[in-house]
């Protein structure tokens, strides 16, 4: 039997399979490091346990409008407004199992088939796939570590064509930290308005920075802008609630129009309960994430000091998320256990079979020369698996 063609051309999330492997090697008792994990180590604060407690208790366990709660609806919008500069009313705004499925909605209902779409490379791994799960092309532009990993706007404006659709915007960026400044999001908006193109703003790590550099929402820059931006976000990694699956787009109302009447028909609403704790979540105060952030700054600083101290390895500082990219490169053409290192793949897969340390090979996210290590796991693991590390590049012949 022929199965789905397009289904087939999916590639499974590279950075679920070795998260759970790296779990699953733990549960059989292997002393395994995981540095795959992309979401944060906390449990989700207790004020925001209670309130899906209370919601159960209160019977809020029925179906809801298939785009969401009233309620969540204008807590998002209070925090666009609040924190973002961008005001949007409810019927601007759809909550979705996830901002995975926020994406998966926006790309279907803005895309026709050929429609390509601008992706920066290194990309997180999903974007590609959920782009050609909406019969979109992804068009890839290379950025360098010397320039941040960051668009050249030359590159960006090259890579445009008369099939361009949208341009995509990840800032703080997965997998490399980076933060993009206003100046640098203005140019990309008056590239946008230029060749009237949507401009898609994941801003899933928005609360995740570690320095002075300040999160922009794309969108808030002009009017011009704010008409052709979709701005993505969610509870997932700011309140620790990534298994809750609750994600928010807004837009333009004929947008948002078009990924609620999708989303009616594919999951119909995200779940009731994990709705009324996320209202919670939004409208508490920012003392839990405060406490995150300067964890998570303590355990960048000290990754990125061990790495570059160690010989043949090096990284730069990501201002953001909780991803340092590791450049391997030095490390090719050299061997562990006679086996040859000579991509990301081959340096993940001797690592986890010499050392037991799992990081995500550079490929998944585009870039070849790199693996990626989360910084969400506790410090006495970063240590431990840093130290492993070294030994693995240390002892290659
Ligand atoms: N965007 C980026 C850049 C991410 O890293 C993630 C994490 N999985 C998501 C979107 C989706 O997050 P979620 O579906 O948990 O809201
Ligand atoms: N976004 C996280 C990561 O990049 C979670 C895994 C996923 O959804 O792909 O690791």
Known sequence: MILSKKAQQIQPSITLAITAKAKKMKSEGIDVIGFGAGEPDFNTPENIQNAAIQAIKQGFTKYTAASGITELKEAIANKFYKDNGLKYNASQIIISTGAKQCLANAFSATLNPGDEVIIPIPYWVSYPELVKLADGVPVFVETSEANNFKYD????EKAITDKTKIILVNSPNNPTGTVYT??????????AKK????????????????????????????EDAYNRTITINGVSK?????????????????????????QSHTTANPNSIAQYASVEAL??????????????KSRRDYM?????????????????????????????GKKSNGCEVKDSLTFSQALLEKEKVAVIPGIGFGMDNYVRLSYATSMDNIKAGLDRIEKFVAELQ
């Open 238 to 262: 700011t309140y620790s609630m990534t298994g809750w699956r609750i994600g928010y787009a807004a837009a333009n109302e004929e947008i948002i129009k078009l990924m609620s009447s999708l």
């Open 195 to 222: 060749h009237d193109l949507i401009i898609l703003s994941d801003e899933i790590y928005e609360k995740l920075i570690y320095g002075d550099e300040k999160h922009i929402s794309i969108g808030s820059l002009s």
């Open 283 to 296: 409208n508490s105060d920012e003392v839990q994430i405060e406490k995150m952030v300067k964890e998570f």
């Open 153 to 156: 706007i030359k590159d960006l």
């Open 304 to 332: 990125v000091k061990k790495i570059n101290e160690i010989e043949n390895l090096s990284c730069t500082e990501p201002k953001g998320a909780f991803y340092v990219m590791m450049n391997i490169s030095k490390t090719f």
């Open 182 to 191: 206003k100046e640098e999001l203005i140019a990309i908006a008056q590239l």
